[in-house]
Each structure stands twice: as structure tokens, then as C-alpha cells.
Antibody, heavy 115, light 113 residues
């Protein structure tokens, strides 16, 4: 059974940083693209970033370029999202998902940006 | 960027009746490999999204056969043959053909009438 468990969210002031993690199990992590998708409170889904199997390609939505960094550690079956220079509009539930087409999702980790 | 437009945005349905959600993309979603990467997701209240349909019409494992997807090019449809109470939630289409960015529709909220 595929399992994705996100951690690392929390309450941070504007301009702050967090490192989100996603622990994967139940599939061969190193053979899949992985994605981060977020959902602001009461809003729809927004793709944030994805990363190729070996980490050689990374893509971001324009609104987070230069502030967020996606990475992975295949030896640890883990996906990460370093979020810097946080803004109020980054407040959202952050989900990790398996594959480009988001076949499986975790339960999410909540990031709240507020002073 | 490819814009995904869903309709309706709100869908009241009587239990046991069919339901249909439309999704239109701003450009054809046929990829160079011949596949069309159009997916449908369900998000029940308080839960994470769950993929129901991939590549237009393929049901994911465990998805009831009352859910079906169809369409081609720029016009796609998710149909529920007979709505059940557990189908309440928000449904999203998503394109994985022309990216970055990957884009989602605005969501359609299905409720029981």
C-alpha cells in the first residue's frame, strides 16, 4: 500500500522559513517523479513543484520560484520542500503526491503564515 | 499556461440520479506520445484528494464503476451513473500534458439535493 506522510508544517511569521518533508513507502520511490500540491483554506488545488526521479529536473509554479526548493533523498525514500521568504498567500495545506499525474496523496501538512 | 475550466461549479444531485461534470482545456491535451493526460480527482470533506480517473477514461484501483471519464482534445466529462451519499465532495480535473505548470480546474462541488 502506498503511503505518503508529510510533516514539518507550522505557524511562521511573514518572511520565515520551513522545511516540509514527505516520507514515502509502499512503492519504489526512486522510480517516480514526485510533486508538491497546495490548497489554501477553502480554495482549490494548486500545483507547486515537482522533481524527477534522480533529482536532475525540478519545476516550480511561477509564484514560488526563487523562494521554494524541492529536493529528494532516494536512499531515505523522502521528498522535501524548503519554503523561504514566506508570505501570507503561502498559507495552505501542502500535499506531496506520487508521480506527475498525482496518483497518490498524503494527508498534508498545514503551513500558516501570520504575524 | 493551460487553463482548465469546469462546469458547473456547484452540482446538487438527488441520490440515485446521474451527475455529469464538464472540463474544458484552453488547448488540446494530446501529448506527443499520443496519450491525453487528463485526470479527475475527488476530495471528500476533510480529506485529501484522491485520483479517480487517469488518461481521460481509466479508473484507478478501487474506484467504483459508477464513475466514468470520457472526452478528447479539449473537452472532457466525468460522469457518475447513480450518485451515492459518499460521493459528496469537490471534484477537480487536472492536465499533465503541457507543463510546467501542471494546472487544475476550479473544482465542482457536488451535494445531495
Amino acid at each position: 500500500e502506498v503511503q505518503l506522510v508529510e510533516t514539518g508544517g507550522g505557524l511562521v511569521p511573514p518572511g520565515g522559513s520551513l522545511r516540509l518533508s514527505c516520507a514515502a513507502s509502499g512503492f519504489t520511490f526512486s522510480t517516480y517523479w514526485m510533486s508538491w500540491v497546495r490548497q489554501a483554506p477553502g480554495k482549490g488545488l494548486e500545483w507547486v513543484a515537482n522533481i524527477k526521479q534522480d533529482g536532475s529536473e525540478k519545476h516550480y509554479v511561477d509564484s514560488v520560484k526563487g523562494r521554494f526548493t524541492i529536493s529528494r533523498d532516494n536512499a531515505k525514500n523522502s521528498l522535501y520542500l524548503q519554503v523561504n521568504s514566506l508570505r501570507a498567500e503561502d498559507t495552505a495545506m501542502y500535499y506531496c503526491a506520487r508521480g506527475i499525474n498525482n496518483a497518490d496523496w498524503g494527508q498534508g501538512t498545514l503551513v500558516t503564515v501570520s504575524s | 499556461d493551460v487553463v482548465m475550466t469546469q462546469s458547473p461549479l456547484s452540482l446538487p444531485v438527488t441520490l440515485g440520479q446521474p451527475a455529469s461534470i464538464s472540463c474544458t482545456s484552453s488547448q488540446s491535451l494530446v501529448y506527443s506520445d499520443g496519450n491525453t493526460y487528463l485526470n479527475w480527482f475527488q476530495q471528500r470533506p476533510g480529506q485529501s484528494p484522491r485520483r479517480l480517473i487517469y488518461k481521460v477514461s481509466n479508473r484507478d484501483s478501487g474506484v467504483p464503476d459508477r464513475f466514468s471519464g470520457s472526452g478528447s482534445g479539449t473537452d472532457f466529462t466525468l460522469k457518475i451513473s447513480r450518485v451515492e451519499a459518499e460521493d459528496v465532495g469537490v471534484y477537480y480535473c487536472m492536465q499533465g500534458t503541457h507543463w510546467p505548470p501542471i494546472t487544475f480546474g476550479q473544482g465542482t462541488r457536488l451535494e445531495i439535493k
